[in-house]
């Protein structure tokens, strides 16, 4: 059966600093991946999809970027952190959007 | 443009029905969606229609769609203290995209 992992569950930083979330999926290969951000009583934002390795394509200009190194892993990163950051992260992959548990960030 | 609309809060008493409504602008989506969060997890989808059916029924949930007026519902029947969550309805993309379309979210509360 597929599962799809999220790390860290939560996560809290200061402004400035560098963020590196996690998202990898096992049970299935070549799946179309996703990174969403959920802020405070709103709903979803697509950050960025990819439909193969190494290819990322971004819905919103913002510090935060992705890469695909791996077939089954999604990475989302910032190099320097704003209070904006702040937020829910969702990944999530295939056709249904199959999400993981999310990483809740606080950036202070 | 795209835009899906939900209400933002529910309220109703244990047992009863709910009815979550769903309005979305892109007719040409294949699948409607559904799904559920609870706090601090993630999304579960809970059930999908497609677009050339009116109605699915899956136990308690029945899923309603009406094309013409690009309108979506979910009825929860014997609604329960479990069911508290928030709602979200979705539209799959549209050919030669991958960008689905979440609306903002109901939160469901049931009263005991």
């Known amino acids: 059966s597929q599962t799809i992992h999220q790390w860290p569950a939560t996560l809290v930083q200061p402004v400035g600093s560098p963020l590196s979330l996690e998202c990898t999926v096992e049970?299935?290969?070549?799946?179309?991946l996703y990174w969403y951000r959920q802020a405070a009583g709103r709903g979803l934002q697509l950050l960025f999809y990819?439909?193969?390795?190494?290819?990322i394509s971004s819905e919103v200009p913002q510090n935060l970027s992705a890469s695909r190194p791996q077939d089954r892993q999604f990475i989302l990163s910032s190099k320097k952190l704003l209070l904006s950051d702040s937020g829910f992260y969702l990944c999530?992959?295939?056709?249904?959007?199959?999400f993981g548990p999310g990483t809740r960030l606080t950036v202070l | 443009g795209e835009d899906v609309e939900q209400s933002l809060f529910l309220s109703v008493r244990e047992g009863d029905s709910s009815v979550i409504n769903c309005t979305y602008t892109?007719?040409?989506?294949?699948?409607l969606y559904w799904y559920k969060q609870e706090p601090g997890a993630g999304l579960q989808l809970l059930t999908y229609?497609?677009?050339?059916?009116d109605m699915k029924q899956d136990q308690r949930l029945t899923v309603l769609l009406n094309k013409k007026d690009k309108h979506l519902s979910l009825r929860i029947a014997d609604t329960q203290t479990g069911d508290s969550a928030i709602y979200f309805c979705?539209?799959?993309?549209?050919?030669?995209?991958?960008?689905?379309?979440f609306g903002t979210g109901t939160r469901l509360k049931v009263l005991a």
């Open positions: 049970g299935t290969s070549n799946p179309n």
């Open positions: 999530a992959w295939g056709n249904e959007q199959f």
């Open positions: 229609i497609f677009s050339n059916m």
């Open positions: 979705a539209e799959s993309p549209t050919s030669g995209t991958y960008k689905y379309i």
């Open positions: 990819s439909v193969g390795i190494g290819q």
């Open positions: 892109d007719s040409s989506s294949t699948y």
